[in-house]
Protein backbone atom coordinates (compact mmCIF):
# COMPACT_ATOMS: atom_id res chain seq x y z
CA UNK A 1 0.00 0.00 0.00
CA UNK A 2 1.93 3.67 -0.97
CA UNK A 3 2.34 5.89 1.63
CA UNK A 4 0.17 9.04 1.41
CA UNK A 5 0.73 12.70 2.77
CA UNK A 6 -1.44 12.90 5.24
CA UNK A 7 -2.92 16.05 3.48
CA UNK A 8 -4.36 13.93 1.33
CA UNK A 9 -7.69 12.72 3.38
CA UNK A 10 -10.27 10.23 2.49
CA UNK A 11 -14.30 10.77 2.86
CA UNK A 12 -15.33 7.48 3.65
CA UNK A 13 -19.61 6.80 2.81
CA UNK A 14 -21.18 5.69 6.53
CA UNK A 15 -23.16 3.14 4.67
CA UNK A 16 -20.07 1.30 3.08
CA UNK A 17 -18.70 1.33 6.79
CA UNK A 18 -21.45 -0.50 8.41
CA UNK A 19 -21.42 -2.91 5.98
CA UNK A 20 -18.49 -4.55 7.75
CA UNK A 21 -17.99 -5.30 11.71
CA UNK A 22 -15.56 -5.22 14.07
CA UNK A 23 -14.75 -2.31 14.90
CA UNK A 24 -14.48 -0.86 11.30
CA UNK A 25 -15.41 2.26 11.10
CA UNK A 26 -13.08 2.93 14.20
CA UNK A 27 -10.42 1.30 11.43
CA UNK A 28 -10.99 3.62 8.61
CA UNK A 29 -11.33 6.95 10.87
CA UNK A 30 -8.03 5.91 12.49
CA UNK A 31 -5.86 5.31 9.58
CA UNK A 32 -7.41 8.08 7.53
CA UNK A 33 -10.11 10.76 9.30
CA UNK A 34 -12.79 11.83 6.46
CA UNK A 35 -13.14 15.34 5.36
CA UNK A 36 -16.06 17.14 3.51
CA UNK A 37 -15.96 17.54 0.24
CA UNK A 38 -16.11 21.49 -0.81
CA UNK A 39 -18.69 22.70 -3.87
CA UNK A 40 -17.60 22.43 -7.17
CA UNK A 41 -18.47 25.78 -7.86
CA UNK A 42 -15.33 27.17 -6.08
CA UNK A 43 -13.48 29.28 -7.51
CA UNK A 44 -10.34 27.67 -6.50
CA UNK A 45 -9.55 23.86 -7.28
CA UNK A 46 -12.52 22.05 -6.29
CA UNK A 47 -12.22 19.34 -3.81
CA UNK A 48 -13.30 15.95 -4.85
CA UNK A 49 -14.07 12.94 -2.42
CA UNK A 50 -12.03 14.90 0.21
CA UNK A 51 -8.72 15.18 -2.40
CA UNK A 52 -7.01 18.50 -0.23
CA UNK A 53 -6.63 21.04 -3.16
CA UNK A 54 -3.21 21.51 -2.56
CA UNK A 55 -2.21 18.16 -4.57
CA UNK A 56 -1.07 19.14 -7.65
CA UNK A 57 -3.22 18.64 -10.85
CA UNK A 58 -1.51 16.59 -13.47
CA UNK A 59 -1.94 18.74 -17.15
CA UNK A 60 -3.82 17.48 -19.59
CA UNK A 61 -1.91 18.90 -22.28
CA UNK A 62 1.68 18.77 -23.38
CA UNK A 63 3.56 21.56 -25.13
CA UNK A 64 4.99 21.13 -28.55
CA UNK A 65 8.18 19.80 -29.20
CA UNK A 66 10.21 21.70 -31.82
CA UNK A 67 10.59 19.52 -35.06
CA UNK A 68 13.10 17.63 -35.61
CA UNK A 69 15.00 17.90 -32.33
CA UNK A 70 15.90 14.81 -30.22
CA UNK A 71 13.40 13.57 -27.59
CA UNK A 72 13.02 14.64 -24.16
CA UNK A 73 13.88 12.04 -21.70
CA UNK A 74 10.32 10.90 -20.52
CA UNK A 75 9.67 12.76 -17.08
CA UNK A 76 8.61 10.12 -14.21
CA UNK A 77 4.48 9.63 -14.10
CA UNK A 78 2.98 11.74 -11.17
CA UNK A 79 0.14 9.46 -9.90
CA UNK A 80 -3.43 11.67 -10.35
CA UNK A 81 -5.65 12.31 -7.39
CA UNK A 82 -8.19 9.51 -8.45
CA UNK A 83 -5.02 6.68 -8.48
CA UNK A 84 -4.47 8.28 -4.86
CA UNK A 85 -7.82 7.62 -3.56
CA UNK A 86 -8.11 4.45 -5.25
CA UNK A 87 -4.84 3.48 -4.09
CA UNK A 88 -5.55 4.72 -0.16
CA UNK A 89 -9.47 2.42 -0.66
CA UNK A 90 -7.54 -0.52 -1.67
CA UNK A 91 -5.29 -0.70 0.92
CA UNK A 92 -8.34 -0.10 3.22
CA UNK A 93 -10.63 -2.60 2.19
CA UNK A 94 -7.28 -5.52 1.89
CA UNK A 95 -6.76 -3.88 6.03
CA UNK A 96 -10.57 -5.02 6.71
CA UNK A 97 -10.36 -7.42 4.74
CA UNK A 98 -8.09 -9.17 6.92
CA UNK A 99 -9.57 -8.29 10.23
CA UNK A 100 -12.70 -9.49 9.32
CA UNK A 101 -11.05 -13.20 8.35
CA UNK A 102 -9.06 -13.08 11.27
CA UNK A 103 -12.30 -12.50 13.53
CA UNK A 104 -14.06 -15.12 11.85
CA UNK A 105 -11.70 -17.95 12.27
CA UNK A 106 -11.39 -16.37 15.74
CA UNK A 107 -15.27 -16.74 16.45
CA UNK A 108 -15.01 -20.35 15.07
CA UNK A 109 -13.01 -21.99 18.10
CA UNK A 110 -15.26 -23.20 20.26
CA UNK A 111 -13.31 -23.41 23.87
CA UNK A 112 -10.14 -21.32 25.73
CA UNK A 113 -7.11 -23.40 23.92
CA UNK A 114 -7.64 -23.33 20.19
CA UNK A 115 -8.97 -19.59 20.67
CA UNK A 116 -5.57 -18.73 22.47
CA UNK A 117 -3.91 -20.66 19.57
CA UNK A 118 -5.65 -18.55 16.74
CA UNK A 119 -5.01 -15.58 18.75
CA UNK A 120 -1.44 -16.29 19.13
CA UNK A 121 -1.52 -17.04 14.99
CA UNK A 122 -3.70 -14.36 13.78
CA UNK A 123 -1.18 -11.51 15.69
CA UNK A 124 1.89 -12.50 14.57
CA UNK A 125 0.63 -11.99 11.00
CA UNK A 126 -0.55 -8.71 11.79
CA UNK A 127 2.91 -7.82 13.16
CA UNK A 128 4.83 -9.57 11.07
CA UNK A 129 6.25 -11.76 13.74
CA UNK A 130 7.15 -15.84 13.58
CA UNK A 131 7.18 -16.50 17.39
CA UNK A 132 5.06 -15.70 20.42
CA UNK A 133 3.63 -16.54 23.58
CA UNK A 134 0.54 -15.55 25.30
CA UNK A 135 -0.01 -15.66 29.16
CA UNK A 136 -3.43 -15.88 30.73
CA UNK A 137 -3.44 -14.51 34.37
CA UNK A 138 -7.21 -13.35 34.95
CA UNK A 139 -6.73 -10.01 37.81
CA UNK A 140 -9.96 -11.96 39.27
CA UNK A 141 -7.84 -14.72 40.64
CA UNK A 142 -10.10 -17.25 39.49
CA UNK A 143 -7.93 -18.88 36.92
CA UNK A 144 -7.74 -20.64 34.59
CA UNK A 145 -4.02 -19.63 34.42
CA UNK A 146 -1.76 -20.88 31.28
CA UNK A 147 0.79 -20.27 29.00
CA UNK A 148 0.66 -20.98 25.27
CA UNK A 149 3.45 -20.49 23.20
CA UNK A 150 3.79 -20.14 18.84
CA UNK A 151 6.97 -21.88 17.73
CA UNK A 152 8.44 -21.85 20.93
CA UNK A 153 8.74 -25.94 23.11
CA UNK A 154 8.07 -26.12 26.39
CA UNK A 155 11.41 -25.73 27.53
CA UNK A 156 11.31 -22.39 25.46
CA UNK A 157 8.88 -20.88 27.28
CA UNK A 158 10.31 -22.42 30.88
CA UNK A 159 13.23 -19.95 30.15
CA UNK A 160 11.04 -17.42 29.33
CA UNK A 161 9.13 -18.08 32.58
CA UNK A 162 12.74 -17.37 34.44
CA UNK A 163 13.28 -14.13 32.87
CA UNK A 164 11.82 -11.27 36.08
CA UNK A 165 8.43 -9.96 35.47
CA UNK A 166 9.72 -6.57 35.87
CA UNK A 167 12.59 -7.13 33.21
CA UNK A 168 9.98 -7.33 30.69
CA UNK A 169 7.34 -5.02 29.37
CA UNK A 170 4.53 -7.83 29.37
CA UNK A 171 5.53 -8.93 33.02
CA UNK A 172 4.89 -5.77 33.79
CA UNK A 173 1.28 -5.85 32.23
CA UNK A 174 1.31 -9.13 34.49
CA UNK A 175 2.00 -7.76 37.48
CA UNK A 176 -0.96 -4.65 36.78
CA UNK A 177 1.37 -1.90 36.97
CA UNK A 178 -0.30 1.18 36.02
CA UNK A 179 2.27 2.10 33.45
CA UNK A 180 2.56 -0.63 31.53
CA UNK A 181 0.51 -0.44 28.19
CA UNK A 182 3.24 -2.78 26.31
CA UNK A 183 4.47 -2.11 23.07
CA UNK A 184 7.66 -2.39 21.17
CA UNK A 185 11.13 -3.87 23.57
CA UNK A 186 14.70 -4.13 21.39
CA UNK A 187 17.51 -5.70 22.71
CA UNK A 188 20.11 -3.13 21.56
CA UNK A 189 23.45 -4.60 20.30
CA UNK A 190 26.30 -4.94 22.72
CA UNK A 191 28.49 -1.70 22.74
CA UNK A 192 32.16 -2.07 23.14
CA UNK A 193 32.53 1.61 25.15
CA UNK A 194 29.69 0.37 27.38
CA UNK A 195 30.06 1.17 31.37
CA UNK A 196 31.12 -1.43 33.20
CA UNK A 197 28.91 -3.94 34.78
CA UNK A 198 26.42 -3.35 32.18
CA UNK A 199 27.57 -6.44 30.44
CA UNK A 200 28.27 -4.87 27.05
CA UNK A 201 25.16 -2.65 27.27
CA UNK A 202 24.59 0.82 26.61
CA UNK A 203 21.11 0.25 28.30
CA UNK A 204 20.31 -1.30 31.48
CA UNK A 205 19.13 -4.84 30.48
CA UNK A 206 18.68 -7.54 33.44
CA UNK A 207 21.27 -10.08 33.18
CA UNK A 208 18.48 -12.99 32.77
CA UNK A 209 16.60 -11.24 29.85
CA UNK A 210 19.74 -10.76 28.21
CA UNK A 211 21.03 -14.79 28.42
CA UNK A 212 17.13 -16.39 27.44
CA UNK A 213 17.19 -13.89 24.47
CA UNK A 214 20.55 -15.06 23.47
CA UNK A 215 19.57 -18.79 23.95
CA UNK A 216 16.41 -18.58 22.31
CA UNK A 217 17.30 -16.27 19.39
CA UNK A 218 15.33 -13.33 19.60
CA UNK A 219 16.43 -9.53 19.43
CA UNK A 220 12.69 -7.36 19.80
CA UNK A 221 9.36 -7.85 21.31
CA UNK A 222 6.48 -6.56 20.81
CA UNK A 223 3.57 -7.26 23.71
CA UNK A 224 0.17 -5.97 24.28
CA UNK A 225 -2.74 -6.41 27.15
CA UNK A 226 -5.45 -8.47 26.93
CA UNK A 227 -8.48 -6.71 28.96
CA UNK A 228 -12.22 -7.23 28.70
CA UNK A 229 -14.83 -4.58 29.57
CA UNK A 230 -16.98 -6.95 31.67
CA UNK A 231 -13.78 -8.95 33.56
CA UNK A 232 -11.23 -6.59 33.21
CA UNK A 233 -7.21 -7.39 32.75
CA UNK A 234 -7.27 -11.43 31.34
CA UNK A 235 -3.45 -11.63 30.88
CA UNK A 236 -0.87 -10.32 28.20
CA UNK A 237 0.27 -11.36 24.97
CA UNK A 238 3.70 -11.01 22.89
CA UNK A 239 5.30 -11.82 19.59
CA UNK A 240 8.92 -12.35 18.94
CA UNK A 241 11.60 -11.08 16.51
CA UNK A 242 14.54 -12.88 15.32
CA UNK A 243 16.38 -9.13 14.65
CA UNK A 244 15.39 -5.66 15.70
CA UNK A 245 12.38 -4.77 14.60
CA UNK A 246 9.22 -3.19 15.59
CA UNK A 247 5.74 -3.15 13.66
CA UNK A 248 5.16 -0.41 11.73
CA UNK A 249 2.14 2.02 12.44
CA UNK A 250 -0.13 0.14 9.88
CA UNK A 251 0.86 -2.80 11.98
CA UNK A 252 0.01 -1.47 15.28
CA UNK A 253 -3.28 -0.33 14.13
CA UNK A 254 -4.45 -3.43 12.91
CA UNK A 255 -3.00 -5.58 15.77
CA UNK A 256 -4.60 -3.24 18.47
CA UNK A 257 -8.58 -3.64 16.45
CA UNK A 258 -8.06 -7.35 16.28
CA UNK A 259 -7.07 -7.50 19.93
CA UNK A 260 -10.01 -5.63 21.30
CA UNK A 261 -11.77 -8.08 19.64
CA UNK A 262 -10.36 -10.89 20.26
CA UNK A 263 -9.92 -9.94 24.27
CA UNK A 264 -13.75 -9.51 24.57
CA UNK A 265 -14.51 -13.56 22.48
CA UNK A 266 -11.39 -14.95 25.12
CA UNK A 267 -13.33 -13.76 28.41
CA UNK A 268 -16.34 -15.26 27.15
CA UNK A 269 -13.77 -18.51 26.64
CA UNK A 270 -12.68 -18.00 30.28
CA UNK A 271 -16.29 -17.78 31.35
CA UNK A 272 -17.08 -20.93 29.58
CA UNK A 273 -13.84 -23.05 30.60
CA UNK A 274 -14.70 -22.19 34.36
CA UNK A 275 -18.16 -23.67 33.95
CA UNK A 276 -16.86 -26.59 32.28
CA UNK A 277 -13.84 -27.15 35.20
CA UNK A 278 -16.99 -26.39 37.73
CA UNK A 279 -19.22 -29.35 35.97
CA UNK A 280 -16.22 -31.65 35.85
CA UNK A 281 -15.31 -31.25 39.53
CA UNK A 282 -18.82 -31.89 40.67
CA UNK A 283 -18.74 -35.00 38.13
CA UNK A 284 -15.54 -36.42 39.91
CA UNK A 285 -16.82 -35.30 43.03
CA UNK A 286 -19.98 -37.60 42.77
CA UNK A 287 -17.65 -40.34 41.65
CA UNK A 288 -15.64 -42.61 44.17
CA UNK A 289 -12.85 -41.03 45.62
CA UNK A 290 -10.86 -44.58 45.84
CA UNK A 291 -11.56 -47.72 45.28
CA UNK A 292 -12.30 -50.67 47.79
CA UNK A 293 -9.09 -52.96 48.46
CA UNK A 294 -10.51 -56.28 48.61
CA UNK A 295 -8.40 -59.51 48.69
CA UNK A 296 -7.69 -61.70 45.64
CA UNK A 297 -9.06 -58.63 43.33
CA UNK A 298 -7.13 -55.89 41.89
CA UNK A 299 -9.40 -52.42 40.74
CA UNK A 300 -8.58 -49.70 38.27
CA UNK A 301 -10.90 -46.84 36.59
CA UNK A 302 -10.88 -44.33 34.12
CA UNK A 303 -13.39 -41.89 34.15
CA UNK A 304 -12.99 -38.51 30.84
CA UNK A 305 -15.92 -36.13 31.18
CA UNK A 306 -17.11 -34.80 28.10
CA UNK A 307 -16.97 -31.53 26.64
CA UNK A 308 -20.40 -30.41 27.83
CA UNK A 309 -20.07 -32.60 30.76
CA UNK A 310 -22.44 -35.86 30.87
CA UNK A 311 -23.84 -38.84 33.06
CA UNK A 312 -21.71 -41.33 32.81
CA UNK A 313 -20.52 -43.10 36.57
CA UNK A 314 -18.75 -46.20 37.75
CA UNK A 315 -19.00 -47.60 41.14
CA UNK A 316 -17.43 -50.53 43.21
CA UNK A 317 -18.50 -51.07 46.66
CA UNK A 318 -17.62 -53.76 49.25
CA UNK A 319 -20.58 -55.75 50.55
CA UNK A 320 -21.31 -58.20 53.31
CA UNK A 321 -19.49 -61.38 53.79
CA UNK A 322 -16.65 -60.19 51.58
CA UNK A 323 -17.98 -60.03 48.11
CA UNK A 324 -17.44 -57.03 45.54
CA UNK A 325 -20.09 -55.06 43.54
CA UNK A 326 -19.48 -53.60 40.48
CA UNK A 327 -21.59 -51.20 38.61
CA UNK A 328 -21.41 -48.62 35.64
CA UNK A 329 -23.88 -46.54 33.63
CA UNK A 330 -24.73 -43.57 31.70
CA UNK A 331 -27.67 -40.93 32.16
CA UNK A 332 -28.76 -39.65 28.74
CA UNK A 333 -28.10 -36.10 28.04
CA UNK A 334 -25.68 -33.65 28.94
CA UNK A 335 -24.80 -30.91 31.38
CA UNK A 336 -25.66 -30.10 35.09
CA UNK A 337 -28.78 -31.66 34.92
CA UNK A 338 -27.40 -34.96 33.82
CA UNK A 339 -24.62 -34.97 36.04
CA UNK A 340 -27.19 -34.77 38.99
CA UNK A 341 -29.18 -37.19 37.98
CA UNK A 342 -26.34 -39.19 38.02
CA UNK A 343 -25.05 -38.79 41.25
CA UNK A 344 -29.02 -39.58 42.33
CA UNK A 345 -28.73 -42.57 40.19
CA UNK A 346 -25.26 -44.16 41.59
CA UNK A 347 -26.33 -43.59 45.19
CA UNK A 348 -29.71 -44.93 45.07
CA UNK A 349 -27.56 -48.23 43.52
CA UNK A 350 -25.59 -48.59 46.25
CA UNK A 351 -28.44 -48.36 48.73
CA UNK A 352 -30.04 -50.97 46.30
CA UNK A 353 -27.03 -53.35 46.09
CA UNK A 354 -25.99 -53.46 50.09
CA UNK A 355 -29.40 -54.88 50.32
CA UNK A 356 -30.06 -57.05 48.02
CA UNK A 357 -27.03 -57.59 45.95
CA UNK A 358 -26.62 -61.49 45.37
CA UNK A 359 -29.85 -60.58 42.89
CA UNK A 360 -28.36 -58.04 39.97
CA UNK A 361 -31.23 -58.33 38.42
CA UNK A 362 -33.40 -57.14 41.71
CA UNK A 363 -30.80 -54.38 41.84
CA UNK A 364 -31.63 -53.30 38.22
CA UNK A 365 -35.46 -53.63 38.93
CA UNK A 366 -36.01 -51.32 42.06
CA UNK A 367 -33.51 -48.46 40.42
CA UNK A 368 -35.68 -49.31 37.39
CA UNK A 369 -38.71 -48.20 38.97
CA UNK A 370 -37.64 -45.41 41.19
CA UNK A 371 -36.21 -43.95 37.78
CA UNK A 372 -40.05 -44.19 36.79
CA UNK A 373 -41.28 -42.61 39.43
CA UNK A 374 -39.26 -39.38 39.60
CA UNK A 375 -37.69 -38.64 36.61
CA UNK A 376 -40.55 -40.15 34.31
CA UNK A 377 -38.84 -38.26 31.28
CA UNK A 378 -35.05 -39.34 31.57
CA UNK A 379 -34.15 -42.90 30.27
CA UNK A 380 -30.47 -44.69 31.82
CA UNK A 381 -28.29 -47.33 31.12
CA UNK A 382 -26.81 -49.94 33.57
CA UNK A 383 -25.01 -52.94 34.68
CA UNK A 384 -24.40 -54.32 37.74
CA UNK A 385 -22.09 -57.33 38.51
CA UNK A 386 -21.66 -59.43 41.97
CA UNK A 387 -18.66 -61.08 42.85
CA UNK A 388 -18.91 -63.66 44.99
CA UNK A 389 -16.64 -63.84 47.75
CA UNK A 390 -13.04 -65.44 47.66
CA UNK A 391 -12.61 -69.16 48.32
CA UNK A 392 -16.46 -70.34 47.91
CA UNK A 393 -17.53 -73.34 49.53
CA UNK A 394 -17.68 -75.76 46.38
CA UNK A 395 -13.55 -74.88 46.06
CA UNK A 396 -14.34 -73.46 42.25
CA UNK A 397 -12.83 -70.18 41.20
CA UNK A 398 -14.58 -67.03 41.85
CA UNK A 399 -17.91 -66.41 40.13
CA UNK A 400 -19.64 -63.24 38.98
CA UNK A 401 -23.34 -62.69 38.57
CA UNK A 402 -24.29 -59.88 35.98
CA UNK A 403 -27.46 -58.09 34.99
CA UNK A 404 -27.31 -55.09 32.47
CA UNK A 405 -30.17 -52.92 31.23
CA UNK A 406 -29.31 -51.80 27.47
CA UNK A 407 -25.67 -51.57 28.44
CA UNK A 408 -22.72 -52.50 26.55
CA UNK A 409 -21.45 -55.98 27.34
CA UNK A 410 -18.67 -56.28 29.46
CA UNK A 411 -15.13 -57.71 27.96
CA UNK A 412 -13.46 -60.87 29.30
CA UNK A 413 -9.78 -60.64 29.20
CA UNK A 414 -6.99 -63.24 29.43
CA UNK A 415 -3.96 -64.86 28.23
CA UNK A 416 -5.69 -67.60 26.42
CA UNK A 417 -8.73 -66.29 25.67
CA UNK A 418 -10.46 -62.42 24.99
CA UNK A 419 -14.15 -62.29 24.83
CA UNK A 420 -17.43 -60.04 25.12
CA UNK A 421 -19.84 -61.81 28.02
CA UNK A 422 -22.97 -62.84 26.17
CA UNK A 423 -25.25 -60.50 28.05
CA UNK A 424 -29.19 -61.29 27.19
CA UNK A 425 -30.99 -58.03 25.72
CA UNK A 426 -32.92 -55.54 27.33
CA UNK A 427 -34.33 -51.50 27.00
CA UNK A 428 -32.69 -49.30 29.31
CA UNK A 429 -33.99 -48.05 32.17
CA UNK A 430 -37.35 -46.25 32.04
CA UNK A 431 -38.30 -46.99 28.89
CA UNK A 432 -40.60 -49.64 29.37
CA UNK A 433 -43.54 -49.71 31.82
CA UNK A 434 -41.95 -52.93 33.53
CA UNK A 435 -37.94 -53.87 33.11
CA UNK A 436 -37.02 -57.64 33.87
CA UNK A 437 -34.24 -59.21 31.85
CA UNK A 438 -32.10 -62.79 33.51
CA UNK A 439 -28.62 -62.82 34.79
CA UNK A 440 -25.70 -64.29 33.38
CA UNK A 441 -23.26 -65.69 35.26
CA UNK A 442 -19.07 -66.07 34.34
CA UNK A 443 -15.97 -67.44 36.06
CA UNK A 444 -13.09 -65.62 35.49
CA UNK A 445 -9.80 -67.42 35.54
CA UNK A 446 -6.95 -66.58 38.00
CA UNK A 447 -5.23 -63.74 36.32
CA UNK A 448 -8.18 -62.71 33.84
CA UNK A 449 -9.17 -59.34 33.88
CA UNK A 450 -13.25 -58.23 33.32
CA UNK A 451 -13.64 -55.05 31.85
CA UNK A 452 -17.01 -52.28 31.95
CA UNK A 453 -17.14 -49.50 30.19
CA UNK A 454 -19.86 -47.11 29.08
CA UNK A 455 -20.50 -47.08 25.13
CA UNK A 456 -18.71 -43.38 25.01
CA UNK A 457 -15.49 -45.05 24.35
CA UNK A 458 -17.20 -46.41 21.36
CA UNK A 459 -19.07 -43.41 20.10
CA UNK A 460 -16.02 -41.50 20.26
CA UNK A 461 -14.12 -43.71 17.49
CA UNK A 462 -16.14 -42.52 15.05
CA UNK A 463 -16.81 -45.47 13.55
CA UNK A 464 -19.80 -47.39 13.04
CA UNK A 465 -20.42 -49.38 16.04
CA UNK A 466 -19.58 -52.86 14.84
CA UNK A 467 -16.58 -51.69 13.76
CA UNK A 468 -15.98 -50.03 17.20
CA UNK A 469 -17.00 -53.43 18.96
CA UNK A 470 -14.42 -54.80 16.74
CA UNK A 471 -11.49 -51.80 17.44
CA UNK A 472 -12.23 -52.28 21.00
CA UNK A 473 -11.53 -56.50 20.75
CA UNK A 474 -8.09 -56.18 18.71
CA UNK A 475 -7.34 -53.57 21.45
CA UNK A 476 -7.67 -55.87 24.40
CA UNK A 477 -6.48 -58.99 22.38
CA UNK A 478 -3.34 -56.90 21.48
CA UNK A 479 -2.52 -55.87 25.70
CA UNK A 480 0.92 -56.76 25.65
CA UNK A 481 2.18 -59.25 28.24
CA UNK A 482 3.88 -57.02 30.40
CA UNK A 483 1.11 -55.13 31.43
CA UNK A 484 -1.75 -58.12 31.32
CA UNK A 485 -1.49 -57.88 35.23
CA UNK A 486 -1.59 -54.40 35.84
CA UNK A 487 -5.56 -52.91 34.93
CA UNK A 488 -4.84 -49.33 35.33
CA UNK A 489 -2.05 -50.09 32.72
CA UNK A 490 -4.50 -52.11 30.90
CA UNK A 491 -6.77 -49.31 30.89
CA UNK A 492 -4.66 -46.93 29.15
CA UNK A 493 -3.71 -48.93 26.50
CA UNK A 494 -7.49 -49.48 25.72
CA UNK A 495 -8.15 -45.54 25.74
CA UNK A 496 -4.96 -45.29 23.42
CA UNK A 497 -5.63 -48.37 21.08
CA UNK A 498 -9.01 -47.64 20.41
CA UNK A 499 -9.58 -43.65 20.33
CA UNK A 500 -8.04 -41.44 17.94
CA UNK A 501 -4.42 -40.00 18.76
CA UNK A 502 -6.25 -36.66 19.05
CA UNK A 503 -8.84 -37.48 21.25
CA UNK A 504 -8.41 -35.63 25.05
CA UNK A 505 -8.88 -38.91 26.79
CA UNK A 506 -5.82 -40.53 25.59
CA UNK A 507 -3.24 -40.39 28.19
CA UNK A 508 0.21 -38.83 26.92
CA UNK A 509 3.48 -40.84 27.21
CA UNK A 510 5.90 -38.59 27.81
CA UNK A 511 6.19 -35.10 26.89
CA UNK A 512 3.27 -33.29 24.01
CA UNK A 513 4.84 -31.87 21.33
CA UNK A 514 3.00 -28.29 20.74
CA UNK A 515 1.53 -29.74 17.71
CA UNK A 516 -0.34 -32.99 19.23
CA UNK A 517 -1.49 -30.11 21.72
CA UNK A 518 -3.07 -27.90 19.62
CA UNK A 519 -4.93 -31.32 17.70
CA UNK A 520 -6.16 -32.36 20.88
CA UNK A 521 -7.60 -28.55 21.61
CA UNK A 522 -8.62 -28.56 18.04
CA UNK A 523 -10.50 -32.16 18.57
CA UNK A 524 -12.05 -31.16 21.77
CA UNK A 525 -13.40 -27.80 19.95
CA UNK A 526 -15.19 -29.32 17.02
CA UNK A 527 -16.82 -32.54 19.88
CA UNK A 528 -18.30 -29.54 21.52
CA UNK A 529 -19.51 -27.52 18.61
CA UNK A 530 -20.81 -30.24 16.85
CA UNK A 531 -21.77 -32.49 19.01
CA UNK A 532 -19.90 -35.26 18.30
CA UNK A 533 -17.97 -37.36 20.72
CA UNK A 534 -19.09 -35.29 23.40
CA UNK A 535 -20.34 -38.77 25.55
CA UNK A 536 -18.10 -39.17 28.86
CA UNK A 537 -15.92 -42.58 28.76
CA UNK A 538 -15.47 -44.84 31.73
CA UNK A 539 -13.11 -47.93 31.95
CA UNK A 540 -13.89 -50.13 35.29
CA UNK A 541 -10.74 -53.16 35.41
CA UNK A 542 -10.96 -55.96 37.88
CA UNK A 543 -8.22 -58.38 38.03
CA UNK A 544 -9.09 -61.75 39.54
CA UNK A 545 -5.86 -63.16 41.21
Known amino acids: MLDIDPRVRVDVDSLMAAQHDLGVCDAIWRIAPGGKADAMSAPHLPKVAGIDSAVTAVPQTAAPTPARTAPAPAA ?292 ELLLRLTEPARCATALFAYCEPAGSPDGQGRKIVLAGAGHTPPLLIGEHRTEYVETTLSAPLGMLSCWEAPSVEIEPAPGETVLLYTDGLLRRTGDPMDRAYARLHAAAAGVPRGIRDDPAALCDHILRAVLPADDPAVAPVGPVPAPAASAASATTAAMAATGDGVEDIVLLAARFD
Not at 143 to 166: C, F, K, S, V, Y
Not at 202 to 220: C, K, M, Q, S, W
Not at 253 to 281: F, P, Q
Not at 312 to 338: H, K, M, Q, R
Open 76 to 367: AAVPGPSTVIQDRLAGMVSDLTTLHELTERLARACDLDSSLQEFLRAGAVLVGARRGLIVMEPSDGLGPTTTIGLGLGRADLGHIETIPRAATSYGRILDGLPDARGGSEVLPEPEPDAAPGSGGYGTPIDPRHREVAARLGYAASYALPLAAEATGRLGAAVWLYDEQAEPSERQRDLAGLYVRHASEHLARMVEVERSRSRLATVAEELLPSRLPRIPGVQLAARHHTGPRGGGDWYDALPLPEGALGLAVGSVTGAGPSAVAAMGRLRASLRAYAVMEGEDPVAVLSDL
